[in-house]
């Protein structure tokens, strides 16, 4: 089980937001470009960026940020927020990021996004973000009336590389993972599964780790790097938490 630490960018900054508020934004640091050096440095192989402006329709903002974290690190990079047309992903791919995170364009055409990997290849990971059970997208702002599980078995039809699943709930909270539905998620897909949210101690991953579903291959981790109570150097010692050089998904 892969630990990937996450990187949120609002306005050029590295942040958090609780519950994907973003009147409740803090300021972790300035410059996400250090924050991904120093994730590397310490041992990641992975790590997840977040372009919240892009999710909510701004695409500009962040690129240049984007571009340096890319030449700052050779870690796998998986991006998602506001990639919804063709241009966004050869703009991405132009940049060098290794796998893209589409959510709210999944939700509301799942035939596009297996038309991309088709012609873009394997390198599409379906971001699905849901509040008790039911899928939001637009940066979590619009409700829909898609159940978690139903799009997970499309992620599947679809053939991208995996799913990232986030409880909004607990995202930000550091109150612990949802694994009932993430568990659910990932038995529905039958692909690999990236659990989201939650997460705030080293137990917590323990937890994923002896109780999660087979294909749950790694978990993303945010909030809790930046408030201290997991220490990424720690994390990082262990080799099965680095996870490999080359990942399918």
Request: glycine letters at 10%; a negative charge.
């Amino acid at each position: 089980m892969t630990v990937i630490p996450a990187i949120d960018i609002l306005g050029g900054e590295c942040v958090r937001l609780v519950r994907g508020d973003y009147q409740e934004a803090t300021t972790y640091e300035r410059d996400p470009v250090v924050m991904a050096r120093k994730l590397a440095d310490a041992g990641a192989r992975r790590i997840h960026v977040v372009d919240l402006d892009a999710a909510r329709g701004d695409s500009r903002t962040n690129r240049k940020k984007i571009r340096k974290i890319r030449r700052a690190v050779d870690a796998t990079i998986q991006l998602g927020g506001g990639i919804r047309r063709d241009e966004d992903i050869e703009e991405l791919l132009d940049l060098g990021i290794d796998r893209l995170v589409v959510g709210t364009a999944f939700a509301r055409r799942p035939e596009n996004v297996a038309g991309w990997v088709a012609h873009y290849g394997e390198i599409f990971l379906v971001g699905i973000d849901a509040l008790e059970g039911m899928v939001r997208i637009s940066g979590w702002e619009k409700e829909t009336q898609i159940r978690d599980v139903d799009l997970a078995r499309k992620a599947k039809e679809a053939r991208v590389c995996g799913i990232i699943y986030t409880s909004i709930s607990r995202d930000g909270t550091m109150e612990g993972p949802d694994l009932d539905r993430t568990n659910a998620v990932a038995q529905a897909a039958g692909i690999p599964v990236i659990l989201s949210g939650g997460v705030g101690s080293m137990d917590d991953l323990e937890r994923v780790r002896a109780d999660g579903a087979a294909n749950i291959v790694g978990v993303v981790v945010g909030k809790a790097i930046y408030e201290g109570t997991i220490d990424i150097d720690e994390v990082f010692k262990d080799s099965v938490a680095a996870g490999a050089d080359e990942m399918e998904w």
